[in-house]
């Protein structure tokens, strides 16, 4: 695939935190303060926490909703 090198919009790719792996666009969380990284995968979104079994999952362990990374190095 060949890279397209003039685009004018420059997306900027969000962070996550590294302690409750929300997504964000700033190096701080919102949610926890904690600092976030540029180095994630995946993304889940939850809508509604107390009906979402994917929020339910106590290895994922999240309580708001919004969006959130899998794997966060
Ligand atoms: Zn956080």
């Known amino acids: ?5 003039n685009r004018r919009v420059i997306i900027k790719r969000p962070f996550a935190c590294l302690n409750c792996k929300k997504i ?3 190096t701080e969380c919102p949610e926890c303060k ?3 990284s540029e180095e994630w995968k995946g993304m ?3 809508l509604n926490p107390e ?3 994917v929020a339910k ?3 994922v362990g999240l309580k708001h909703y919004g969006k ?3 794997v966060v190095k």
């Open 1 to 5: 695939m060949k890279r397209v090198r």
């Open 24 to 26: 964000t666009f700033e």
């Open 34 to 36: 904690s600092p976030t």
């Open 68 to 70: 959130y990374a899998i």
């Open 51 to 53: 009906k979402s079994t």
């Open 57 to 59: 999952l106590e290895e």
């Open 44 to 46: 889940i979104i939850i």
